[in-house]
């Protein structure tokens, strides 16, 4: 259940910690923040990355956006000492090319995403994002519409399963949501520990091996707050509003995320494979990205010991050409998405 909140000492779903941005500085780097510019931070968070890109250089401004409210509260001081120089939206990062928009900006010179949930959400019980401490099964960024518990009361058997398998890589998806049909038909699930207990009972941890609800809980929340499609809207806005030059650079936790992140980035830098030997080779179109990263970059030993939510984070970046942008990739669209909806939607995976 690894987010993007960092902290020395605590594991990914633990006790409080200080909020550090994972690859702080490269990710400066990649988004070259010190030629001044317009930048979105499209996961506001607790400011870490927007305070960077702010102290980076006297011109720079940042559109910054994030779907939580307890984090644009949090983020008043940051908006007073910046003034001017920082904007602090309310809204989803799917979103992030109208919300510059209706800013009065048409086009910005970086993008920065950090996948997941942060430290903050993870540390208050009361929003029911950790399995650790007990608190309402809820699990909303927005803290609005469907929860955690509406989902597990109300899915089918068949909907659960894949929750838990495709966005949680739970191999024992099934199980697991046959428990828990059974289990509500006695009591509905209303905590974190009544749906942890439950998981725990079914499926053994492994000597210094994860919490074994720990998957469970992530395809939950992924599916709650639907994490992904968020993601792949992104990544299309940001091809949108970025300028020639501009730098878009996401920072993901788990392997969902990044093969999203890397089919996009492959396919906008022409990388992708063009045909097959069941297929005919098509015309690519021109590449709307250059790589600014040679594969994925990771975090130092030296972050990882400090703070252990690093230690499965991958940063991708590309540098946008002057090529319009493209129309949507209906290949990560449908990973975005699980089977069914992808189904009906008369796509295959």
């Keep these: 259940m690894m987010g993007r909140g960092d902290g020395p000492g605590a594991g990914a779903a633990g006790g409080p910690t200080r909020h550090v941005p994972v690859l702080l500085a490269e990710v400066c780097d990649a ?36 779907r939580d409210p307890d984090a644009i509260a949090g983020g008043a001081a940051l908006t007073a000492k910046f003034k001017k ?34 430290s903050m959400q993870l540390d208050q019980a009361e929003r029911g994002f950790s399995f650790r401490n007990d608190g309402p099964l809820d699990m909303r960024m927005e803290q609005e519409g469907p929860s955690a518990a509406d989902i597990v009361n109300e899915s089918s058997e068949t909907e659960l399963a894949d929750i838990f398998y495709h966005y949680g890589e739970e191999r024992r998806a099934r199980a697991v949501a046959r428990a828990i049909i059974e289990a509500r038909r006695r009591e509905p699930f209303q905590t974190t520990r009544q749906l942890a207990d439950l998981v725990a009972s079914l499926i053994r941890q492994e000597p210094g091996g994860i919490h074994p609800a720990t998957r469970v809980f992530q395809g939950l929340r992924i599916a709650v707050n639907d994490e992904l499609g968020e993601l792949v809207r992104a990544l299309h806005a940001a091809e949108r509003i970025l ?25 906008r830098t022409g990388r992708m494979p063009s045909g097959s030997r069941h297929m005919p080779t098509m015309a690519a179109p021109e590449p709307t990205f250059e790589a600014v990263t040679k594969g994925p970059v990771g975090p130092s030993e030296q972050e990882m010991a400090r703070n252990p939510r690093a230690r499965s984070a991958k940063l991708r970046a590309g540098s946008r050409t002057s090529e319009p942008p493209q129309e949507p990739l209906s290949a990560i669209t449908m990973l975005a998405e699980l089977p069914q909806t992808a189904e009906k939607r008369g796509g295959r995976r």
């Design 85 to 118: 120089r920082l904007m602090l939206v309310p809204g989803r990062f799917g979103d992030l090319d109208a919300i510059a928009r209706a800013q009065g900006f048409e086009a910005v010179d970086g993008v920065v995403l950090d996948i997941g949930v942060s």
């Design 243 to 267: 300028k020639p030059g501009g730098r878009l650079v996401v920072v993901t936790f788990h392997s969902l995320e990044d093969r999203i992140v890397k089919q996009f980035f492959a396919a």
């Design 31 to 66: 988004l070259d923040v010190k030629r001044g510019g317009l930048y979105i931070d499209g996961t506001f968070g607790a400011g870490g990355y927007t305070r960077a890109i702010l102290d980076a250089h006297p011109q720079n401004k940042v559109i910054a956006i994030d």
